[in-house]
């Protein structure tokens, strides 16, 4: 027998009940915090804050919001990321677009954003120029410009949509007049040097990528998680172009995969940088790693 993940409300249901039902289905879905997904697809279809919602959260959901949360409520559990449903994630400080066919930004990522932003610490009221090679969503370049009010940037990425991706999201927080997208492979039809070359390249094993979450599987680019058979093609190509895409007080920056550090350092102290400093995540798994020039001057973390 086929298990039931249709969700309807009843008129007289109220917002308590309602969360309480979508959450169970979730759950029963498979879904990793089912709760949290249900409180935010809830407060997304009936237009609520959190504030609302602590407030009334015996109120009738209503007509319109209720035909909105089954759209919702049938398409989480078919396991689309809550970000895909909205069309919104939010990343760093920042509310970016989420855009089909272009990789979903992740939380692990902000470690990137935290390191690079340690090593600049000085220099932050600088023009400081950077590179964001893959950049998919946008999500690296635009926290970064964010962050850094005199800063510029470049972003690369090989596919058609994620460029109009980092675009839309450049011009909705406004950094576009500081920012210019080109698509291309990697740093091919890159000529200048940056004070800050930064990428989370494709990072995942070949034949585990049938084995993620359905989340991942179903709905990110296959361009944008195949790393090659052994997870780190990506990381070989790019760090041999480093030397000429730095200026001679550059940083580089990677984001990585679990495990992956290691191999990835070996590959830029192959090209003929030192490593400047490696920054967990939140679960504690080395996340992102640095490069510079030997003897270049940057903060020590």
Aim: aromatic share 4%.
């Amino acid at each position: 027998m086929t298990e039931d993940r249709t969700f309807a409300i009843a008129p007289n249901e109220t917002r308590a009940a309602a969360l309480d039902r979508l959450a169970a289905l979730l759950e029963g879905s498979g879904v990793d915090e089912a709760r949290a997904d249900a409180r935010a697809l809830l407060l997304a279809a009936a237009g609520l804050t959190h504030a609302q919602w602590v407030l009334e959260p015996s109120a009738l959901l209503g007509q319109e919001a209720a035909a909105r949360l089954a759209g919702y409520a049938a398409r989480r559990a078919a396991r689309e990321p809550v970000s895909r449903i909205l069309a919104k994630r939010g990343f760093w400080t920042l509310d970016l677009d989420v855009a089909p066919n272009v990789l979903d930004p992740r939380a692990d990522t902000e470690t990137l954003i935290a390191l690079a932003l340690r090593l600049t610490a000085d220099r932050r009221d600088e023009p400081l120029s950077f590179l964001d090679l893959g950049s998919g969503s946008g999500a690296i370049l635009c926290a970064l410009l964010a962050e850094s009010p005199a800063a510029w940037g470049v972003a690369v990425d090989l596919s058609a949509a994620a460029c109009d991706a980092t675009r839309a999201n450049l011009a909705a927080l406004g950094l576009e007049s500081r920012a210019s997208v080109l698509r291309g492979r990697w740093a091919e039809a890159i000529s200048g040097r940056f004070d800050v070359v930064v990428s989370n390249p494709p990072y995942v094993k070949r034949a585990d990528i049938a084995t993620l979450a359905p989340e991942v599987t179903l709905h990110d680019p296959a361009l944008a998680l195949d790393g090659g058979a052994d997870g780190l093609a990506c990381y070989r190509e790019i760090a041999t172009e480093l030397p000429r895409l730095l200026k001679g007080d550059g940083v580089a920056l990677f984001e990585a995969g679990a495990g992956q550090i290691g191999e990835i350092s070996a590959f830029l102290e192959m090209a003929g940088l030192e490593i400047a400093g490696v920054e967990r995540d939140l679960g504690g798994h080395e996340r992102a790693v640095a490069a510079r020039a030997p003897g270049a001057e940057s903060v020590t973390i």
